[in-house]
């Protein structure tokens, strides 16, 4: 089972590596030292971890959409009809086309919390080769 340092997990979970360790200082996430002294987070531990729901928008919203992507919104663009939005949710950017009526009711502007939930039949997953310790 791969696993990874802190910093790793953090990039993975989208917070910051001293969220980490407060979840392991803690005992919320489990972490051994290597033989160099430095935390690792077990892969397997941080798939039921990041299963579990941590760092989730504590508004739970009922929805058959489960890939949710909480991020922060880094560009807006509107034109009469349309508006183009992106949000970067921790090293994921996501862009969504949608109304403009419906950005302005939901006040989307660089700078804004927002939650991009993706439901789609097509779902490619690439790797990379794998992570090793």
Same mark, same amino acid.
């Given at each position: 089972?791969?696993?990874f340092?802190?910093? @790793? ?104 919390v927002?939650t ?9 997953? @690439? ?7």
């Amino acid at each position: 089972m791969p696993t990874f340092q802190i910093r @790793e997990a953090a990039d993975l979970l989208g917070v910051s590596a001293d969220t980490v360790r407060r979840w392991v200082d803690s005992g919320r996430l489990p972490a051994a030292r290597d033989a160099s002294g430095r935390r690792r987070v077990d892969g397997g531990e941080l798939a039921a971890f990041m299963r579990a729901g941590a760092g989730e928008d504590p508004v739970r919203h009922l929805s058959s959409a489960r890939n949710r992507f909480r991020g922060l919104v880094t560009d807006v663009v509107r034109d009469r009809v349309m508006a183009r939005v992106e949000i970067q949710a921790g090293p994921h950017r996501v862009v969504s086309l949608m109304s403009r009526e419906a950005a302005d009711e939901l006040g989307l502007d660089v700078g804004t919390v927002a939650t991009a939930v993706v439901k789609s039949t097509n779902v490619v997953v @690439e790797t990379t080769g794998g992570h090793h310790a």
